[in-house]
Nanobody, 127 residues
Framework: QVHLVESGGGSVQAGDTLRLSCVAI????????MSWFRQASGKEREWVGT????????YYDNSVLGRSTISQDNDKKTMHLQMHNLTPEDSAMYYC????????????????????WGQGTQVTVSS
């Protein structure tokens, strides 16, 4: 299991932009993929998007497509999520998850498929 730490959450106004980060602590291996999920109060955890670390290819849920960008640092151990034009519906705890390169495939939006999760960073958007 990899130690993942998210940061960058906070309280913002509708229409603002926020940049979240996820870093793998003391991990010498590589990742198959890294993903962002979010969970609003009283709701199930939902997939936001994924980056395949080797190719840099990214995939997004329709709810954030067109106003979000997932990127990674050159070390491929740090992932970012930049979201524009935030709305109150974006308020949630945001989690990152990662799948090691030794895995045969990336779980993408399948929550149960990930072995490593961060503790989350809270995003609150006020109207």
């Amino acid at each position: 299991q990899v130690h993942l730490v998210e940061s960058g959450g906070g309280s913002v106004q509708a229409g603002d932009t926020l940049r979240l980060s996820c870093v793998a602590i003391a991990y010498s291996g590589n990742f198959q993929c890294m993903s962002w999920f979010r969970q609003a109060s009283g709701k199930e955890r939902e997939w936001v998007g994924t980056i395949f670390t080797l190719s840099g290819s990214t995939y997004y849920d329709n709810s954030v497509l067109g106003r979000s960008t997932i990127s990674q640092d050159n070390d491929k151990k740090t992932m970012h999520l930049q979201m524009h034009n935030l709305t109150p519906e974006d308020s949630a705890m945001y989690y990152c998850a990662a799948e090691p390169a030794t895995s045969t495939s990336c779980p993408l939006g399948w929550t149960e498929g990930y072995k490593s999760w961060g503790q989350g960073t809270q995003v609150t958007v006020s109207s």
